[in-house]
């Protein structure tokens, strides 16, 4: 079973970026697509980025489109979320979540195996 354990978070001020990491233990990580998920208070947990098993494929919500990067690095079981320009609107907790799916959507019951998120807090 692949346990997900999410870094990276911190408190910036806007305009400023940060880049989360999940770090996967298992050797199979790399058979699972990855996704980001964000949950501000009050809020749903809501889709924000995915990428396939190779990398080949990334998907993000419109909301971060151009704002948001993720990559994989299957060699050092780990994804990372590259955030930029960051705006108070982008406060939440972020989780990192495997599919077991080769061809997910982006949605959150096509994923599981949640990490226990790590908060990023964003100043205006």
């Known amino acids: 079973q692949v346990q997900l354990v999410e870094s990276g978070g911190g408190l910036v001020q806007a305009g400023g970026s940060l880049r989360l990491s999940c770090a996967a233990s298992?050797?199979?990580?790399?058979?699972?697509?990855t996704a980001w998920f964000c949950q501000a208070p009050g809020k749903e947990r809501e889709f924000v980025a995915a990428?396939?098993?190779?990398?080949?494929?990334?998907d993000y919500a419109d909301s971060v489109k151009g704002q948001f990067t993720i990559s994989r690095d299957n060699a050092k079981n780990t994804v990372h979320l590259q955030m930029n320009s960051l705006k108070p609107e982008d406060t939440a907790v972020y989780y990192c979540?495997?599919?077991?799916?080769?061809?997910?959507?982006?949605?959150?019951?096509?994923?599981?195996?949640w990490g226990q998120g790590t908060q990023v807090t964003i100043s205006s």
């Open positions: 979540a495997i599919s077991p799916l080769a061809s997910y959507s982006p949605r959150e019951a096509d994923f599981g195996s």
């Open positions: 298992g050797r199979t990580f790399n058979r699972y697509p």
């Open positions: 990428i396939s098993r190779s990398g080949g494929r990334t």
